[in-house]
Structure formats: C-alpha cells, structure tokens
T-cell receptor
Framework: DQQVKQNSPSLSVQEGRISILNCDYTNSMFDYFLWYKKYPAEGPTFLISISSIKDKNEDGRFTVFLNKSAKHLSLHIVPSQPGDSAVYFCAARKDDYKLSFGAGTTVTVRA | SAVISQKPSRDICQRGTSLTIQCQVDSQVTMMFWYRQQPGQSLTLIATANQGSEATYESGFVIDKFPISRPNLTFSTLTVSNMSPEDSSIYLC?????????????FGPGTRLTVT
C-alpha cells in the first residue's frame, strides 16, 4: 500500500526557472513531511521538512508547501541550477519516526 | 547534522553467503534505521535498530534474514544472510535528529550490494 505518491517520474526545467515537484499522501496520521535529493551512488541528502501544522516552510532556494485538506505537498526550487539535477524523494513520518517514501522524481536542469 | 559512515561502500558477494554492513555516527542518536533501495525502486524501511534490545522489523523482513545489532548509541550493524540475487540493493542506515521546530532524518552514503 503506497501511502506516499510522486506521480511524475521525471521533470525537465531550464536553468534559472522554477522547478515544482509534487507529492500526495493518503495517511492523515503523518505529522512531518521531508524532501530528499539523491545522486547516483550516494545516500539521500536531506533538503527541507515541514510540520503538518504549517502550510509553508522556506530555506534558501527551497520552499515546501503543504495543503493538508488535499493531502498534497510540493517542493519549489527557485532558481533551478545544473547541480539540482538529481532524483528527489518525498517522505512522510508518523510519530514512530519511520519514514514512508514516494517513488521519486528525476529532475534534469537544462543549461 | 550528524555525520554517518558506512562500511563497506560496495561489495560483490556470492549467493548463499552473508555480509555485515556497519553504520557509524559521529554523535549519540536515539533512533537508527535500516533501509533498502532495490534497483529502480524507492526506499523501503527494513527495521528500527533499538539500542540494548532486539530490532523492530517491518512487514516482509525477518530477523533470521536481516539480523541487526545496536550495541551503543553511535553504532549499528545489518547482516544480509544467505544472500540471493534478489538481495542486490543499496542498503542505507539513517538517524533521526530534530530541532525544536523542525524534523530531520539523515542518511549514510549507502552500501551497494551485488549478489551473483
């Protein structure tokens, strides 16, 4: 049962433009949502998280928006840079600290 | 953030053998986890490594296949036993580390296992 879904397997964006990655979830018991970036042959790198009691969290070029009623969150990267090309995973946590991951979205930033 | 190292970084093993993966953290952490990423797939939680007690396994994973040790708050091992080609994956440990108003969980670099 996939509780966290990333329905776009890939995204291509021009350098300098905005990248928008989407994630949907089904379990209303999730209390935190996290985004990770992963390069091949490396472990996931934590980017940003948001509590379920907030609707927005911003950290530099990264902003995460949460729409709790729609069970939807998105990650905005502005401006996109070539080094942002990677696989991005959305993850959700319940109070037991265990993470459930989406399938990932491969982002390619074009020069 | 915590600095996490894993050994080995990669290995090629023959079926029927076992491999023990080590995870070392540079600071004491409460929670440590082991995940698996099969080729082309997302990350799946194997188990929670509990300090001083038996690990807690997720559905589909059993102690006989994936024995875990956690002797202290900075170190854990995962053994992949009696390996088959289906065990070829990246194995990752993670630790929880949260601030007052945020939550963060960090991952090690992973161990890439190929079973032939």
């Amino acid at each position: 049962d996939q509780q966290v879904k990333q329905n776009s397997p890939s995204l291509s964006v021009q350098e300098g433009r905005i990248s928008i990655l989407n994630c949907d979830y089904t379990n209303s018991m999730f209390d935190y949502f996290l985004w990770y970036k992963k390069y091949p042959a490396e472990g996931p790198t934590f980017l940003i998280s948001i509590s379920s009691i907030k609707d927005k969290n911003e950290d530099g070029r990264f902003t995460v928006f949460l729409n709790k009623s729609a069970k939807h969150l998105s990650l905005h990267i502005v401006p996109s840079q070539p080094g942002d090309s990677a696989v991005y995973f959305c993850a959700a946590r319940k109070d037991d600290y265990k993470l459930s991951f989406g399938a990932g979205t491969t982002v390619t930033v074009r020069a | 953030s915590a600095v996490i190292s894993q050994k080995p970084s990669r290995d090629i093993c023959q079926r029927g053998t076992s491999l023990t993966i080590q995870c070392q953290v540079d600071s004491q952490v409460t929670m440590m986890f082991w995940y698996r990423q099969q080729p082309g797939q997302s990350l799946t939680l194997i188990a929670t490594a509990n300090q001083g007690s038996e690990a807690t396994y997720e559905s589909g994973f059993v102690i006989d296949k994936f024995p875990i040790s956690r002797p202290n708050l900075t170190f854990s091992t995962l053994t992949v036993s009696n390996m088959s080609p289906e065990d070829s994956s990246i194995y990752l440990c993670s630790v929880d580390q949260g601030g007052v108003n945020s939550y963060e969980q960090y991952f090690g670099p992973g161990t890439r296992l190929t079973v032939t």
